[in-house]
């Protein structure tokens, strides 16, 4: 409520009490004093609200919670007084950090009761605690009082996941890239036989030997995957990171990946407090030495600084590079 009409309300219930005292004292009659007695007690019985210890009220929630941006969750509350004067309390919860617009009333009975929270968020991050505001009032909220209170609470808030329509559409683009056509190579040269494929006949070496001579192949052996994000500083790197984290969400199985940006301990290891945390890359880092593999690097955009690494991998390795335009006109397409 605002300090204004908290102020009214306070300013008024004064007048008013003041003519009962100023009535009963003039006139002396029974109504009068019946009035005033009546006055006294609400009034007593609103400031009997301001007796109940809000500092003893202890709050709890689970310890751990992780959640994406754009997601609702339920962020549950619990509140238990161990000691109190009053049977009921009634209260008004607000959560301050981070900030839920909706504020929960209730009565606080005897021990224990649960409230729960919908929240929204709209930042990726990390929480390491919540700040609640406990406002407790009378029942006519007439007289209130406040008080902060911290919980040790971690909250993970992940990138946010992409439509999975949208999410399907690229990844079938990744899959495309890696496991296009089969390509062989050239196993061994035998001399034909019976049943063996015409196709695979080397005419030329045959002319020469004078006898048919067989082409055995072999497939060549897909190279390993390998992810790589490039958090390059730019205005597209949420909805980057937002894109990568979607994909390799549904990757069915492990594939090894790095994760670079600031804020990341290990770039090896793309935990879910390494999505929540990472920011912007402040310095070059430097990668892993990769020999013989199919890379999919991501980043936000192409700079000199991720052209020198491109060229650098692409010397030793098959290199795939999606910055946000690409990635995005291709998922369209």
Not at 121 to 129: A, V
Request: hydrophobic fraction near 40%.
């Amino acid at each position: 409520m605002p300090v204004w009409k908290q102020s009214l309300k306070l300013i008024l219930l004064f007048i008013l009490y003041a003519l009962a005292f100023f009535y009963s004292a003039v006139f002396n009659n029974e109504i009068g004093w019946t009035l005033f007695l009546f006055m006294t007690f609400i009034l007593l019985l609103c400031l009997a609200q301001l007796l109940v210890p809000l500092r003893g009220i202890m709050v709890q929630s689970p310890a751990t919670m992780i959640t994406h941006v754009g997601e609702k969750v339920v962020l549950p509350i619990d509140l238990e007084r161990k000691q109190a004067i009053l049977p009921i309390a009634q209260l008004t919860v607000t959560v301050i950090n981070p900030a839920i617009d909706a504020s929960v009333p209730t009565y606080l009975f005897y021990h224990y009761q649960q409230l729960t929270f919908l929240w929204l968020p709209e930042k990726r991050g990390t929480y390491e605690e919540l700040q609640l505001y406990n406002q407790s009032s009378d029942f006519f909220n007439l007289f209130t009082k406040g008080h902060k209170a911290t919980l040790k609470k971690k909250i993970l808030v992940l990138p946010q996941k992409q439509p999975l329509a949208h999410t399907l559409q690229l990844q079938q683009t990744l899959q495309n890239q890696a496991f296009g056509e089969p390509t062989f190579t050239i196993k061994n040269y035998r001399p034909y036989r019976s049943g063996d494929a015409p196709k695979n006949i080397d005419w030329k070496l045959s002319s020469k030997q004078t006898t048919l001579i067989y082409r055995e192949h072999e497939n060549e052996q897909t190279a390993q995957m390998v992810w790589i994000f490039w958090g390059a500083p730019s205005e597209e790197f949420e909805v980057m990171l937002s894109l990568y984290y979607s994909l390799q969400d549904l990757l069915e199985e492990p594939v090894e990946q790095y994760l670079f940006g600031a804020h990341v301990t290990d770039p090896a290891k793309p935990t879910a407090l390494a999505f929540a945390q990472i920011r912007p890359l402040e310095d070059t880092p430097v990668i892993p030495k990769l020999t013989d593999k199919m890379i999919f690097f991501f980043t936000p955009k192409q700079t000199p600084q991720t052209t020198e690494q491109v060229a650098h991998l692409r010397k030793y390795n098959q290199v795939a590079v999606y910055d946000y335009p690409g990635l995005t006109k291709k998922g369209s397409g």
